[in-house]
T-cell receptor, first 112, second 117 residues
C-alpha cells in the first residue's frame, strides 16, 4: 500500500544552524505534500505545502523541495531557533482519493 | 483563518462509559473531516473520514460500532467512543478540509486527550 518514509527520526542542531528532514513516498499518484509541526500536547499545524507542479517553495526560513521523479521531498529550516523545536511530519496526498499518508515524524531539538 | 476547534481538550472517564468529542471548523465550511488517533511518540493514524450528510468511511481495523461518527453540518463532526476501555486511551485529533476553493489542505484541531480508567 501507500507509504511515506521520513528521516531522520530525531535531529539535534545548534541554534542558527540549518535542519533538513527528508521524505520519500511510494504512490506515484500523490500530488500534494504538506508539512506539519506538532508541539507537545497540541494538534499538528500546517507550516508549508507543495504541489506536484512545483519543484521548490519558500516561506521565510522554511523551504520545501520536491523531486517527483525520485519521489523525494524535503523540508529545510534555516537559522533555526529554540522555538523551532517540535515534531515535524511530512505527508503525501492524492487529490482524487483525498487520503493523506503521514510520515513517522522527526523530533527536532534546537539547542540554544 | 482556517481554525479548527475540538472539545473537550481533555477527558477522563471510567471504563464502560461513552465519550463524545466535538470537532468544529470555526471560519470555514468543511464537507469532509477526518479523525485521527495518535499514540505517544507516534505518527497520526487515520481512523475515519467523515462526510457531511453521509456515513463515515472507516479505515481497516477501526470498529465503526465502537467509534461512532456523526457529521451533521458543514462545521461540526462528532466522534463518540462507546463503552470506552483503558486501551482506548489516546490523543484524538480531527482535521477539516475547506469545501470548494480547489484546496485539499487539512487543518487540524488541537486534539483531545482521552484517559480511560
Amino acid at each position: 500500500g501507500e507509504n511515506v518514509e521520513q528521516h531522520p527520526s530525531t535531529l539535534s542542531v545548534q541554534e542558527g544552524d540549518s535542519a533538513v528532514i527528508k521524505c520519500t513516498y511510494s504512490d506515484s499518484a500523490s500530488n500534494y505534500f504538506p508539512w506539519y509541526k506538532q508541539e507537545l500536547g497540541k494538534g499538528p499545524q500546517l507550516i508549508i505545502d507543495i504541489r506536484s507542479n512545483v519543484g521548490e517553495k519558500k516561506d521565510q526560513r522554511i523551504a520545501v523541495t520536491l523531486n517527483k521523479t525520485a519521489k523525494h521531498f524535503s523540508l529545510h529550516i534555516t537559522e533555526t531557533q529554540p522555538e523551532d523545536s517540535a515534531v515535524y511530519f511530512c505527508a503525501a496526498q492524492s487529490t482524487g482519493g483525498f487520503k493523506t499518508i503521514f510520515g513517522a515524524g522527526t523530533r527536532l531539538f534546537v539547542k540554544a | 483563518g482556517a481554525v479548527v476547534s475540538q472539545h473537550p481538550s481533555r477527558v477522563i472517564c471510567k471504563s464502560g462509559t461513552s465519550v463524545k468529542i466535538e470537532c468544529r471548523s470555526l471560519d470555514f465550511q468543511a464537507t469532509t473531516m477526518f479523525w485521527y488517533r495518535q499514540f505517544p511518540k507516534q505518527s497520526l493514524m487515520l481512523m475515519a473520514t467523515s462526510n457531511e450528510g453521509s456515513k463515515a468511511t472507516y479505515e481497516q481495523g477501526v470498529e465503526k460500532d465502537k467509534f461512532l461518527i456523526n457529521h451533521a453540518s458543514l462545521t461540526l463532526s462528532t466522534l463518540t467512543v462507546t463503552s470506552a476501555h483503558p486501551e482506548d486511551s489516546s490523543f484524538y485529533i480531527c482535521s477539516a478540509s475547506p469545501t470548494g476553493g480547489g484546496t485539499d489542505t487539512q487543518y487540524f484541531g488541537p486534539g483531545t486527550r482521552l484517559t480511560v480508567l
